[in-house]
């Protein structure tokens, strides 16, 4: 078992920057991948970015390219979410997650994971 506990979200104006946390227990974090997630009120559940542990390979969503960054410490057994240059679309609950047995890159799809964290809010005002 995993356990996943994000924290970092909040209220925030646009341009502004935030830095979500993921922190793990339960189980060694070094053959995994993770991701965060997003969900907006009324949409899908929908990746943001993901990294594999091992070798640090990352994915992006494309609206997020350039402004975010997904990164991992293994010594404190959790991955983070540096999000600049934040827009009111990325208002939502944002969730990490862990997938256990993914290959070379990180799985981009919820249901390659087996482990979720409780959400974060992040509000971005215009």
């Known amino acids: 078992q995993v356990q996943l506990v994000e924290s970092g979200g909040g209220l925030v104006q646009a341009g502004g920057s935030l830095r979500l946390s993921c922190a793990a227990s339960g189980r060694t974090l070094s053959s995994s991948a993770m991701g965060w997630f997003r969900q907006a009120p009324g949409n899908e559940r929908e990746i943001v970015a993901a990294?594999?542990?091992?070798?640090?390979?990352?994915y992006y969503t494309d609206s997020v390219k350039g402004r975010f960054t997904i990164s991992r410490d293994s010594a404190k057994n959790t991955v983070y979410l540096q999000m600049n240059s934040l827009k009111p679309e990325d208002t939502a609950v944002y969730f990490c997650a862990a997938s256990y047995g993914s290959g070379w890159n990180p799985p981009r799809v919820t249901r390659s994971y087996d482990y979720w964290g409780q959400g974060t809010q992040v509000t971005v005002s215009s």
């Open positions: 990294i594999t542990w091992r070798n640090g390979n990352t």
